[in-house]
Antibody, heavy 122, light 106 residues
Framework: EVQLVESGGGLVQPGRSLRLSCAAS????????MHWVRQAPGKGLEWVSG????????GYADSVKGRFTISRDNAKNSLYLQMNSLRAEDTALYYC???????????????WGQGTLVTVSS | DIQMTQSPSSLSASVGDRVTITCRAS??????LAWYQQKPGKVPKLLIY???TLQSGVPSRFSGSGSGTDFTLTISSLQPEDVATYYC????????FGPGTKVDIK
C-alpha cells in the first residue's frame, strides 16, 4: 500500500525557515517524480514544486521560486521542501504527492499524503 | 505561464442529474489534463487523466473529454457521495490547477 507521510509543519514567524519532509513507502520511490502541493485554508490547490526521479529536473511555482528548495534522498525514500524567507501567504496545508507513472515525462498525481500544516504568523 | 479556468465556480443539482464542469487552458495543452475530486476535509483524489482516461476504481458515471484548450468533466447521474470540489489540472511542464468547482446536492 502506497503511503506518504508529511512532517515538519508548524507555527513560524515571517522571514524564518522551515523544512518539510515526506516519508514514502509501498512503492519503488526512486522510480517516480514527486511533488509538493499546498492548499491555503478554505482555498484551492496550488502546485509548489516538483522533482524528477533522479533529481535531474526540478521546477518551482513563481510564488516560491528563489525561496523554496525541493530535494529527495532515494536511499531514505524521502522527499523534502526547504522553505526560507517565509511569508504570511505561505500559510497552507502542504501535501506530498506521487507521480502516476515512473520515469521521465509529465504525469498527474495519483497518491497524496494527509498534509502538514504550515502557519506563518508573528 | 498557462492559466487554468473552470466554470461554474459552484453548482447545485438533484440526485440523478447530469452534471457538467468545464475547464479551459489559456494555451493548448494537448491532452495533459487531469481531474481531481476533493471531499470536505479529505485529500484530493485523481479521477481522470489524459483528459478522458478513468483512473482505476473510479465509478463509470464520471467521464472526461476535450483536447487543446477546452475540457469537460461529466457526472452522468449525480450521487450524494459526489458532493465535493472538483479541480482540473494541467500537468505538462509546470503543473497548474484550476480554481475548483464546488458541487452540492439540491
Amino acid at each position: 500500500e502506497v503511503q506518504l507521510v508529511e512532517s515538519g509543519g508548524g507555527l513560524v514567524q515571517p522571514g524564518r525557515s522551515l523544512r518539510l519532509s515526506c516519508a514514502a513507502s509501498g512503492f519503488t520511490f526512486d522510480d517516480y517524480a514527486m511533488h509538493w502541493v499546498r492548499q491555503a485554508p478554505g482555498k484551492g490547490l496550488e502546485w509548489v514544486s516538483g522533482i524528477s526521479w533522479n533529481s535531474g529536473s526540478i521546477g518551482y511555482a513563481d510564488s516560491v521560486k528563489g525561496r523554496f528548495t525541493i530535494s529527495r534522498d532515494n536511499a531514505k525514500n524521502s522527499l523534502y521542501l526547504q522553505m526560507n524567507s517565509l511569508r504570511a501567504e505561505d500559510t497552507a496545508l502542504y501535501y506530498c504527492a506521487k507521480s502516476h507513472y515512473y520515469g521521465s515525462g509529465s504525469y498527474p498525481f495519483d497518491y497524496w499524503g494527509q498534509g502538514t500544516l504550515v502557519t506563518v504568523s508573528s | 505561464d498557462i492559466q487554468m479556468t473552470q466554470s461554474p465556480s459552484s453548482l447545485s443539482a438533484s440526485v440523478g442529474d447530469r452534471v457538467t464542469i468545464t475547464c479551459r487552458a489559456s494555451q493548448g495543452i494537448s491532452n495533459y489534463l487531469a481531474w481531481y475530486q476533493q471531499k470536505p476535509g479529505k485529500v484530493p483524489k485523481l479521477l481522470i487523466y489524459a483528459a478522458s482516461t478513468l483512473q482505476s476504481g473510479v465509478p463509470s458515471r464520471f467521464s472526461g473529454s476535450g483536447s487543446g484548450t477546452d475540457f469537460t468533466l461529466t457526472i452522468s447521474s449525480l450521487q450524494p457521495e459526489d458532493v465535493a470540489t472538483y479541480y482540473c489540472q494541467k500537468y505538462n511542464s509546470a503543473p497548474a490547477f484550476g480554481p475548483g468547482t464546488k458541487v452540492d446536492i439540491k
